[in-house]
């Protein structure tokens, strides 16, 4: 057992006596006595770390770590260079709090500074903010960034990951705001529904490229339509997939968001992951968060501060653009070393083996027989049609056996994802084993 | 320091990926737009972070009393079991029978912490502090929502409470209703009584509260909200003063959020990811987001309360932060948390002891796990402003305490030493402090320059906002 307190019973009672006490408790002498613990917490005694190092590590071995991921929907097993866990699990990055004092925290300034510029080249937006929490919180913190007095509705797209949409509507339910979420066809969103859609009160449509069904949008029509309609136009968008895609701002998003776990995050049971929020000049004042800018010292030497802060909750309370304080500066700076690791090549090599393996996956179930469920093109998911629950459980089963994660069950179907981890030679060891539960 | 942009040339790379072992696939349309990412090879990339890690004050680096921050020391082992492959590998969506012990690590956290707050369920969703506020308070929102009681539209905040508070309050459609507090820096009684109403929604607290006060009223302020109908909300941001000795939800409060960096020794990362936890009484619970971990005859599974709010973010919240917290929870135990709040207090008390010799406090003592200064005496007489102090603070390699807050306070250092700080460190500390103090009369232009031995001196931040440079730009 142990709390970190270095202080010895000798010195505490010098302690007391400076302070002009008899003892610890008459340091609480305001809280009515009533309510004092009297015989304390009822929790186990506490462990030495040996004891809590075999506790912990046992809890872990329960858990059953698969050596061949083709899961995805939301969490990507993508392959992380030994140079990010060795730079970001310094202890001065990973102890540090939010950069108040500047002049002592210029480090993770500069790295948050080298963030923004990097997420601004990958969707090709003028501004990024430091972070938020997620890729599913970004998207719902868009929503009063584009809403005014006449454009009070929110729309969203059928075909973006349900848990998105989810946090969305409870993000609207405390705003009061209303949500609409538009249909989809064929796995990709209705543009005709949306037209039908969108009307005078719209404030903005979200779209999920590529969407949840892994199929590429035909972004810069939806993105037309809602414009047209006068709605602002957000992306959500996978980093990896915009090193090969066109970029939200060529397709006229006017906010980009997405989930930067990818960009050298482990899965992690689903956190911490990072939310990135990138927008057009134009919007820059709205953007939640903390943003970093370059400036100059007193002597003339370029440096970097936390900045705009006249949209924040510490400066503006009730009247800030959110309540976000903390954020997930840690795993943002975890991707900005990602991204400088990977370089634009290696971004786009991996884009290149992502998409390239997902289509053999796709082209090897096809050939033994599974129909691909959507037409559309799409990128390092794609769903197979297996109507039948139990079905879907065998071929799941089978490939657990083979100590690989078979892809998500959605709705009619498996959605699979391939990513650069995957060989060829567990590709072709998958389709055999789907083959044999169809052909049992 | 040079960017990662305008080191390395072109051409310097990392060599990671293997050549693609399948038919390349291209799409029908392709991304034009340039990526201008960094080209450094591995040697320059290390260098250049090893070089930006030396310009950053972490709590390894040295004292941290940041008030309302409550920088303890991140113990190592935490951050060891946290990165256990069979921890990090877990993908969220994999078939719950896989992942046993990572949910039991839940199950585990969430009733220790319950025993902590006094409280019946515990969610591990929310992301941050601010996040935890905005589920609690979308928890009172769904109550009354549930019970057709739409006419509660309004919450109620003091002066002294944190930014997040009110905004948070705004962000669930609430009006803030803000409460002077009294000259003891508690809840004004009466000025809650007159503000409570068949429109108050709740009252959003923190107790202690943000001048380092435990208020002695909290019964009769919880009972006062109660009795008009609202709830109670706990922002557990100064738990660590208490845990262990006295529990939120014996005070009487409803929902309670508590920042896992802070009061469960969590590191902060440079201002993330901390982790959010949000307790509820019982008749709360059915509003929670979803899901929540339950353990059935020895088996753990997830389970959506029956009139959820909704998630609050994807999956089950910041995993691997609820893994150190659970590692450093099972160090403590039962006499390891108090004794850790006690020496919390006693810490504080003892540097408030030695300071106001010198300082002027905003309140008397004791105080809890933080205290007030108020620098407005110093500095009508020497010119020397808490910022001043306060930068001057940097040259002897110490991290300053927060500064201007809460706002009730003026020319406030607000000082939260933390239980894992030694006699010997603080005696240190506050003979610095005091030498600053008596500078300000013999030197003062040196702390309006000051600091002078940093990376870089003081930056115009003014500039900063008005020209805002928010990325580097590459040549076309």
């Known amino acids: ?130 972070s938020h929490y997620d890729g599913a919180t970004a998207a719902a913190e868009t929503i009063p960034m584009c809403k005014d007095r006449k454009r009070t509705v ?31 066809k064929d796995g990709r969103t209705d543009a005709e529904a949306l037209k039908a859609a969108l009307g005078a009160d719209a404030a ?63 899965t992690a049971f689903g956190g911490p992951y990072l939310g990135f929020m990138a927008t057009t000049g134009a919007l820059m004042r709205k ?96 769903v197979t049609e297996t109507a039948c629950p139990d079905c879907r459980r065998r071929i799941l089963d089978a490939l657990a056996e083979k100590d690989i994660l078979g892809g998500a069950e959605v709705d009619g179907g498996i959605l699979w994802c391939v990513t650069e981890l995957v060989s060829k030679e567990k590709l072709d060891e998958t389709i055999a084993t789907v083959k044999e539960v169809l052909h049992a | 320091m040079k960017l990662i942009f305008e080191q390395g040339a072109e051409g310097h790379c990392l060599h990671l990926l293997p050549a693609c072992d399948v038919p390349e696939y291209q799409l029908s349309a392709e991304r034009t737009a340039p990526l201008h990412l960094p080209h450094v090879s591995e040697n320059e990339l290390t260098r250049h972070y090893t070089a930006l890690c030396r310009q950053i004050h972490g709590v390894n680096d040295g004292f941290y009393p940041l008030g ?38 839940l199950h585990i956290l969430g009733t220790e912490l319950g025993e902590v707050f006094g409280m019946d369920a515990v969610t591990f969703q929310p992301a941050a502090g601010a996040h935890g506020e905005f589920t609690g308070v979308l ?41 002077a507090s009294n000259d003891k820096g508690g809840v004004d009684l009466d000025a809650l009584r007159a503000a409570v109403g068949p ?133 403590l135990g039962k006499e390891g948390i108090s004794e850790a709040a006690k020496n919390a207090v006693l810490n504080a008390n003892y540097m408030m002891a030695c300071l106001k010799e010198k300082f002027d406090m ?9 205290f007030v200064m108020s620098l407005t005496r110093l500095h009508h007489e020497t010119g020397v402003s808490a910022l001043d102090i306060a930068k001057g603070m940097l040259d002897f390699d110490l991290h300053p305490p927060t500064m201007y807050f809460p706002l009730i306070v003026h020319e406030a250092l607000m000082v939260e030493p933390c239980e894992t700080e030694s006699k010997q460190l603080m005696d240190e500390v506050c003979g610095i402090y005091c030498r600053l103090y008596d500078m300000a009369y013999t030197d003062p232009g040196a702390l309006h320059t000051a600091p002078h031995t940093t990376p870089v001196r003081r930056l115009d931040e003014v500039g900063a906002a008005r020209n805002p440079v928010l990325r580097y730009r590459f040549e076309a």
Do not use: W
């Open chain 1, 1 to 130: 057992m142990g709390s970190y307190v270095p202080t010895t019973a000798a010195e505490r009672e010098q302690m007391l006596s400076k302070i002009g006490v008899e003892s610890m408790e008459e340091l609480y002498a305001a809280v009515p006595r009533e309510m004092l613990l009297q015989d304390g917490l009822d929790l186990p005694a506490g462990l030495s770390e040996l004891e809590v190092r075999e506790r912990m590590t046992a809890l872990a071995e329960k858990n059953r770590v698969f050596r061949t991921v083709l899961r995805g929907a939301g969490s990507y097993r993508h392959f992380i260079p030994a140079v990010v866990k060795s730079v970001t699990s310094r202890e001065e990055l990973v102890t540090c709090y939010t950069p108040y004092q500047a002049e002592i925290s210029q480090g993770v300034l500069q790295g948050t500074f080298e963030f923004q510029t990097m997420i601004c080249e990958l969707t090709g937006m003028d501004v990024a903010n430091a």
């Open chain 1, 154 to 184: 929110a729309y969203v797209s059928a075909a973006t990951n349900p848990q998105v949409i989810e946090v969305m509507k409870t993000y609207c339910f405390a705003s009061n705001t209303e949500l609409h979420v538009v249909p989809a």
């Open chain 1, 204 to 266: 903005c449509f979200y779209l999920q490229q590529p969407n949840f069904f892994g199929q590429i949008e035909d972004a810069a029509l939806l993105g037309e339509i809602a414009h047209a309609a006068g709605a602002k136009f957000v992306m959500g968008v996978n980093p990896i997939a915009c090193a090969l895609l066109p970029t939200p701002r060529e397709l006229g998003a006017d906010i980009a968001v997405g989930d930067g776990q990818p960009l050298g995050l482990d």
């Open chain 1, 287 to 382: 953007l939640p968060g903390r943003i970093v800018g370059q400036t100059k010292d007193v002597d003339g030497k370029t440096g970097y501060v936390l900045t705009l802060s006249a949209r924040e909750q510490h400066i503006r309370r009730e009247k800030a653009s959110s309540n976000i304080c903390s954020n997930q500066a840690l795993c943002a700076f975890t991707a900005g070393v990602y991204l400088a690791a990977m370089g634009e090549a290696g971004m786009k090599q991996c884009a290149r083996l992502c998409i390239s393996k997902a289509h053999y996956l796709a082209a090897g179930l096809e050939k033994i027989g599974c129909r691909l469920k959507y037409s559309g093109e799409f990128f390092h998911e794609f």
């Open chain 2, 68 to 105: 309302s921050c409550t920088m303890k020391y991140n113990p190592k082992i935490d951050e060891e079991m946290a990165s256990l492959p069979g921890f990090t590998k877990l993908h969220p969506l994999q078939p719950e029978e896989t992942a046993q012990g990572a949910l039991e690590a």
């Open chain 2, 139 to 179: 928890l009172i929102k769904a109550y009354h929502t549930d019970r057709g009681d739409t006419a509660r539209t309004k919450i109620i905040v003091p002066d002294s409470a944190h930014g997040t508070n009110p905004a948070t309050a705004a962000m669930c459609g609430y009006q803030v209703v803000n409460i």
């Open chain 2, 199 to 331: 429109d108050t929604a709740g009252l959003m607290l923190t107790n202690p509260n943000t001048v380092g006060l435990f208020d002695p009223n909290i019964l009769e302020i919880t009972k006062i909200v109660h009795n008009a109908g609202g709830l109670c909300y706990y922002d557990g941001a100064n738990l660590n003063a208490v845990m262990g000795v006295v529990r939120p939800g014996d005070m009487g409060f409803d929902c309670i959020h508590s920042n896992l960096h802070k009061t469960f020794a969590t590191p902060h990362g440079g201002g993330g990811p901390g982790a959010g936890a949000v307790g509820c009484k019982a008749f709360l619970r059915k509003y929670m987001p979803g899901p929540l971990v339950v353990e059935q005859s020895g088996k753990f599974g997830f389970e959506y309360p029956e009139k959820s709010i909704g998630r609050v973010k994807l999956f089950y919240g910041n995993f691997t932060v609820c893994v150190k917290a659970l590692t450093y929870v099972c160090t």
């Open chain 2, 362 to 370: 905003a309140y008397d003592g004791p105080c809890m796990h933080e």
